[in-house]
């Protein structure tokens, strides 16, 4: 059964470096997402892509953060300059939108630690 | 402030007995609604979705959707431990992100 594939696993960094999470999504979908789940509280939307470019953002993604499909088959969302807030479970997710009914399949997530 | 509520739980159940787990939402221009099992440090997973007012079931699985009272509910029949999860309520508008509540913590025991 096709999944979405998220590397790494588990990422750790330093306040202030730049990390980049990737994702494959699955192959025939054509909308990308990803969301972030700070622990214990709810899972949050970031942003949607599709057709090569941003659908929507919400007031969580600022300048600090970007997404890009840098060929056919990854996805990646980059935070540029990581704040001890960033610190949570990135998921990434994608849905044949316009076909159904908006059902987005999630990956296994990225858990993001800044110290 | 578009929102989803839904009671965190613990909600315990028997193994065998039916889990009752209910979602709120505030707008009524919502258009669909997903529910997401989540086990614990792991991903979201698609349980099942509705659209329309009514009963939709899969399996064990039941999601009733009444727009009127802005409220869907997911029925878990014969519930197994394996149920012990949180379930997440989503829903989407005519944009294409998901909105999530916080989710329902289930305990399923022996």
């Known amino acids: 059964e096709p999944e979405v594939t998220q590397t790494p696993s588990h990422q750790v960094t330093q306040m202030g470096q730049e990390v980049i999470l990737r994702c494959v999504p699955i192959?025939?979908?054509?909308?990308f997402y990803w969301y972030r789940q700070i622990l214990g509280q709810k899972v949050e939307f970031l942003v949607s892509f599709y057709n090569n470019e941003i659908s929507e953002k919400s007031e969580i993604f600022d300048d600090q953060f970007s997404v890009e499909r840098p060929d056919g088959s990854n996805f990646t969302l980059k935070i540029r300059s990581t704040k001890l807030e960033d610190s949570a479970m990135y998921f990434c997710?994608?849905?044949?939108?316009?076909?159904?009914?908006?059902?987005?399949?999630f990956g296994p997530g990225t858990r993001l630690t800044v110290l | 402030q578009k929102e989803v509520e839904q009671n965190s739980g613990p909600l315990s159940v028997p193994e065998g007995a039916i889990a009752s787990l209910n979602c709120t939402y505030s707008?009524?221009?919502?258009?669909?609604f997903f529910w997401y099992r989540q086990y614990s440090g792991k991903s979201p997973e698609l349980i099942m979705f509705?659209?329309?007012?009514g009963d939709k079931e899969d399996g064990r699985f039941t999601a009733q959707l009444n727009k009127a009272s802005q409220y869907v509910s997911l029925l878990i029949r014969d519930s197994q431990p394996s149920d012990s999860a949180t379930y997440l309520c989503a829903l989407s508008y005519n944009t294409d992100k998901l909105i999530f509540g916080t989710g329902t913590r289930l305990q399923v025991f022996p």
């Open positions: 509705i659209y329309s007012n």
């Open positions: 707008d009524r221009g919502s258009q669909s």
């Open positions: 997710a994608s849905s044949d939108f316009r076909a159904s009914y908006n059902e987005q399949f």
């Open positions: 192959s025939n979908h054509l909308y």
